[in-house]
């Protein structure tokens, strides 16, 4: 890590806290968390923690991008969660007292909050809003690769694409026009938006080529520009179509 500093922005009035975990918590808890928490800054291709480290705290990111890998049994690596401004990490190893399974690895450079892991400890074990928002929070990551499996299942390799551009990188990288199209300057390399999905890059490409064909988005480089987003939901709505 840059060295780490201090901020005095209190822990209930973060624009950045989207998961909500701390919004409910007691003011006094609270505010010694706001006195003790920790802002970082680390550098792209850096680690913020590693599969296997004990359990460091509560993360919440600010700017940047990280991506949560994984390596299995077989020693495949695969990534099942791209953080992007705004949402929390780290949370379940913490919630547990255990290690982290998975890694934190910083695609761009990144600011983020950490509470570390006897702060929050502490909060969980005397404050039942905080613990039941971490739970809750852990039921929707379940909810949320149910939801990837399916859609794995159901979607092909053009339909999820789409889907992961249009609804989570557009918000944040990119810009609708009145007209009804969009642009969005991918914050991926190809090579880690194959990873994000879980295919290979012969593979991402031949998705983005039939995705081109149908006149569904253009792809300059990292600029994509969908012509008209109403189409793409339209596809993305109509079970039967085939890209």
Known sequence: FMDALHSNIHCHQCGFSGTDQ???????ETCTTTARKKIHY?????????QGDDASGIYNLISGI?????????GAMFAPRLVVPGEAFGYR???????????ALALRDCCFCQITQDDAAR????DEKVRQAMVNSCTRDIFNARE???ASASMNLSERLLKFMTVKLLPLFGKERANGSAELHL???????????????????RAIKRIEKADLARFDKRCVTFPCLRDVEHHLGDRKSVV
């Open 22 to 28: 701390l919004r409910d918590a007691s003011r006094p």
């Open 42 to 50: 680390v550098h792209a291709g850096e680690p913020i923690f590693r």
């Open 66 to 74: 990280v991506m949560i890998t994984m390596v299995d049994s077989r």
């Open 93 to 103: 190893s913490s919630l547990e007292c255990g290690r982290h399974t998975c890694t």
């Open 123 to 126: 909060l969980i074990e005397r």
């Open 148 to 150: 990837e499996m399916i």
């Open 187 to 205: 914050p991926l390399k190809r090579a880690e938006l194959a990873l994000a999905l879980g295919v290979q890059g012969e593979t991402l490409s």
